[in-house]
């Protein structure tokens, strides 16, 4: 068997969604997993069976997401020879392969309401039956569903079922979100950091330098942990150093002078729909006369942006950076741009 993933993180809201799962692990009822893209679910669908009673069976994954949705049904449940198109032969699924053992269901907020309906009956009753098949089939799974959807918005916009709701419920396990565990930013990134230098033949991790630091620190990390172990591991080789610390990280892969830009048609297309009566003053000024110096204008309202969060930030740069949603590189640039480096 496969040794257990590392959970890393010290801080309260991290350490109590694992101290949840290790809880509820214990028991032979449904549990869900709830939280962002990269945030953890399957480190914490692998504790649950890990320290369950079934850890010495199988645990099975899918993602519910990765299949059209007419081969859901098939993978979930299996078919027989001439179910469908194709079928030439039987073949079982995803929960006779997990009998005795967990069945991880990723993205299950994207399943069809048929697919809902045929799980609500293997949740309920434990039993299945194969497409092509009256043949009921006994099967014995623990249910570990994940997702990064809010189900019970889905139930109240009909597009989730509220009494598979119900039996999968058991437990909700939501797992925090990255910036919310400012703390854990300089541990996992130091783990990585040392698992890619190994990568690399270093002798050794030189470390960060502070300027990085202040950079993983000011970013909000929309991709979570799995975005931070990217930038981490990118910024080691292309740094390209054993012997001194980090000093350049690159949170965008596809910033660039030369990256390219959407069509003039698409933008119009996306455009938000004209002003109404309530729409502010600015609107009425002549259209050659607002584009004459467009960008003398944008350029202006940038610099009074940057100098108002200054302001707001005490001229803090790494706070004022994450205000504006920018990684530390891309302020100061902009600053730069605007002589503000000074007051910087």
């Not at 504790?47 to 079934?54: I, K, M």
């Not at 979930?76 to 269901?105: C, I, K, M, N, V």
């Not at 204008?297 to 610099?303: F, G, N, Q, S």
Request: aromatic letters at 6%.
């Amino acid at each position: 068997m496969a040794s257990p993933a590392q959970m890393i993180g010290s801080s309260f809201s991290f350490l109590d969604a694992v101290e949840q799962a290790s809880a509820a692990a214990a028991l032979n009822r449904p549990v869900l997993v709830i939280g962002e893209r990269g945030t953890g679910k399957e480190l914490i669908a692998d504790r649950l069976h890990r320290l369950s009673p079934r850890w010495s069976q199988a645990l099975v994954s899918l993602n519910c997401a990765a299949l059209p949705e007419n081969l859901i049904d098939a993978e979930l449940f299996g078919y027989e020879p001439g179910a469908f198109t194709g079928a030439s032969r039987a073949r079982a699924g995803r929960f006779e392969d997990a009998d005795g053992g967990t069945l991880f269901l990723d993205e299950i907020g994207t399943l069809s309401s048929q697919a809902q309906e045929r799980l609500l009956r293997v949740v309920e009753y434990g039993e299945l039956s194969r497409l092509g098949s009256n043949k009921t089939v006994k099967v014995d799974v623990r249910l570990v569903g994940a997702t990064n959807e809010d189900l019970p918005g889905l139930v109240a916009r009909g597009r989730f079922r509220a009494d598979l709701l119900d039996r999968l419920s058991f437990e909700v396990i939501t797992l925090p979100p990255l910036r919310e565990r400012a703390e854990d930013i300089e541990l996992l990134a130091t783990h990585f950091a040392r698992r890619m230098a190994a990568e690399l033949h270093w002798p050794r991790f030189p470390g960060f330098a502070p300027r990085v630091l202040d950079q993983l620190q000011a970013w909000h990390w929309p991709g979570n942990v799995r975005e931070l172990k990217n930038v981490v591991e990118r910024a080691l080789y292309r740094w390209g150093d054993a012997e001194r610390p980090v000093g350049q990280l690159v949170i965008d892969p596809f910033e660039s002078p030369w990256r390219p830009q959407p069509m003039p048609g698409a933008a119009a297309a996306a455009a938000p729909p004209p002003a109404t009566a309530t729409a502010p003053a600015a609107a009425a000024v002549p259209p050659a006369e607002a584009a004459s110096d467009l960008r003398a204008a944008v350029l202006a309202y940038e610099k009074q942006l940057l100098e108002s969060a200054l302001d707001r930030h005490r001229h803090n740069q790494r706070r004022t950076a994450a205000a504006l949603n920018l990684s530390y590189d891309q302020l100061r640039h902009a600053l730069k741009r605007h002589g503000l480096m000074g007051e910087a």
